[in-house]
């Protein structure tokens, strides 16, 4: 008899791009390479102990000497300078080895060149104190991949990536800082936005990438959103402050 496939089309994503890695974003169309086994390496997982905010990407180290990528769908890259932004968390007691990379071909890891963010060793424990930016360079327009590479050496370790965002590079250095301090929250149909600098701006950015509302924050650290006006869905929402910080958290807008 006839034999039908079901065939997942993915799309091009644009600048400024966000994932939490949850289904109604882009969650679906991350793919892992080279896992060795079924639960260890690359995965996009949900559990209630020891989550930022819904789905993550996860990397499991199983008994060591692992080598896997989760490379993301094809986002289109104009020529120029950009930020990398997301948080990580990988328990108390264990090291990670990982990298993050932008390559050409999303099933081949020998065409990732341009590696973003590097890390060796490096004990990263709990979500709150980890958020990662690294500054890049776009040699030239083009469609890419963006690549989470695991190597971790020791062995049962969990590496846990979420809030991922690329952003253009602000010319006053703002991806050179790390996180502002503050908090995002949703309160009633409402975002509300405590840092401690002043809110220079904010940007609240949809499940393809594009910013969907953005303003200025009048020289006020405390800053209320109404976000009556959106659909109901997962959101990413940027804030940037007077300080040259930024603050980063994934929403869920209800109705």
């Known amino acids: 008899g006839a034999r039908s496939d079901v065939i997942v089309y993915a799309p091009t994503y644009t600048i400024p ?24 390496g690359w995965s996009i997982t949900k559990s209630s ?11 499991k180290s199983g008994s060591g000497n692992l080598d896997a990528w989760l490379v993301s769908p094809a986002i289109s890259f104009e020529k120029g300078d950009y930020t990398l932004q997301y948080s990580a968390d990988g328990g108390s007691i264990d090291t990670h080895d990982w990298e993050i990379a932008l390559g050409l071909t999303q099933d081949n890891p020998e065409s990732f060149k341009l590696v973003i963010d590097r890390h060796e060793g490096l004990k990263v424990n709990g979500w709150a104190n980890n958020t990662f930016k690294a500054d890049f360079t776009v040699p030239a327009d083009g469609v890419f ?13 969990t590496l846990k ?12 250095g703002i991806g050179s800082v790390k996180a502002a301090e503050g908090k995002i929250s949703v309160n009633g149909g409402v975002a509300v936005i405590d840092a401690v600098s002043a809110v220079k701006s904010w940007t609240l950015t949809g499940i393809g990438g594009q910013a969907v509302m953005n303003g200025e924050g009048n020289g ?12 109901a869905g997962l959101y990413v929402m940027t804030v940037k402050t007077a300080d040259g910080g930024a603050l980063v958290k994934k929403i869920v807008v209800g109705k």
Not at 17 to 40: H, R
Not at 49 to 59: E, H, R, T
Not at 220 to 231: F, K, R, Y
Request: no cysteine.
């Open 17 to 40: 791009y966000s994932t939490g890695f949850e289904d109604a974003q882009d969650g679906l169309y991350w793919t892992a390479v080279n896992n060795p086994a079924k639960y260890y």
């Open 49 to 59: 102990y020891g989550a930022l905010d819904g789905k993550y990407a996860q990397f």
């Open 145 to 157: 991949y963006l690549g989470l590479h695991g190597f971790t050496k020791v062995t049962y370790a």
């Open 161 to 172: 990536i979420d809030n991922l965002s690329i952003t253009p590079a602000s010319p006053t």
């Open 220 to 231: 006020s650290a405390h800053v209320e959103v109404g976000l009556s006006a959106i659909p």
